[in-house]
């Protein structure tokens, strides 16, 4: 008996999104076009933290040694920073390896002095899990014996946090203020629905259905709206990133700005899963607010 309540009330609100299809067209559009602003800024945002992680992921800080380490003493180092809390990775750098890329870096003619007697210090190279844990890796570092010295990009790195928080709240501000429009859409759409259909709900109430009853349709009628949007939102979205992602790949300034953009398909899944989310969510707390109001609960 339960089972046949649930079919009801959801085949009631399937009914609703076809009965109405004014609404539900203009409630659809209205969707799109702010699921669609949203996925313009989601898509860059994204294209953003790649950018953002892949710069960070190249960060690190070199570990220079004493020049009088011994090969035991040096391995004892590179255990030593392995066991830091927010190093994820360790690598050595050999005196032959260091000259090596001061070479290929500067030139024969400047290294020229070196190369007779290499003076320069053998070291680590040391990647972060979290550029934020920074400063205090590097404390630590310096706590370890026979570390002579170390380098970092600081400005560097503090420059990458603040663009990564930035993105981070500029996406989450867009999204926040879409949702209240999207939500305030189907609120006012779904309103006007039960508004047309008073005298129906009046004579349910009469004869003894409870506000729940009354209320599921109207919620899968929102919840559908919101799916159907953000699957047709995926598809503009997606055929859209593709064109402009065709268009944009290979080209000088690309080239030139050393930018990559992320290939659609590896963000297909999250950009499904929030904007299925994203839909349904905004239709069931619209719908919700729309019914609360209306049926004074």
Same mark, same amino acid.
């Given at each position: 008996?339960? +089972? ?86 360790? *690598? ?104 047309? *259909? *008073? ?68 963000? +297909? ?22 019914? *609360? ?5």
């Amino acid at each position: 008996m339960r +089972f046949n309540v649930i079919s009801y009330l959801f085949k009631e609100g399937i009914k609703n999104v076809f009965k109405n299809k004014k609404s539900t067209i203009s409630s659809l559009m209205i969707m799109c076009a702010t699921m669609l602003i949203f996925g313009l800024f989601f898509v860059i945002g994204e294209n953003i933290n790649a950018f953002v992680k892949e710069i960070a992921d190249a960060q690190g800080i070199r570990v220079f040694l004493i020049n009088s380490a011994t090969d035991s003493e040096i391995e004892e180092v590179g255990k030593e920073l392995l066991e830091i809390e927010g190093v994820r990775d360790v *690598r050595y750098i050999s005196k032959e390896e260091g000259l090596e890329s001061m070479r290929e870096t500067l030139g024969d003619e400047i290294i020229a002095g070196y190369t007779e007697n290499n003076i320069l210090p053998a070291s680590y190279e040391v990647k972060l899990t979290d550029l934020e844990l920074n400063e205090e890796v590097q404390k630590d570092i310096l706590q370890i014996p026979n570390v002579e010295d170390i380098e970092s990009s600081n400005p560097v790195i503090e420059q990458i946090i603040r663009l990564a928080k930035g993105v981070k709240i500029i996406t989450a501000v867009i999204l926040i203020l879409l949702i209240v429009i999207s939500i305030a859409i189907i609120a006012n759409t779904i309103k006007l629905t039960v508004h047309a *259909r *008073r005298k129906e709900i009046s004579i349910m109430k009469y004869v003894g259905a409870t506000n729940s009853f009354i209320r599921w349709p109207f919620l899968v009628e929102g919840v559908i709206i919101g799916v159907i949007a953000g699957l047709i939102s995926v598809g503009i979205v997606g055929a859209l990133y593709t064109y402009f992602y065709g268009k944009l790949s290979g080209t000088i300034f690309m080239d030139i700005a050393n930018l990559k953009l992320i290939e659609f398909k590896d963000m +297909f899944e999250l950009i499904l899963i929030v904007y299925l989310g994203l839909g349904a969510g905004i239709g069931a707390i619209g719908s919700a607010i729309s019914m *609360r109001k209306y049926l004074d609960v």
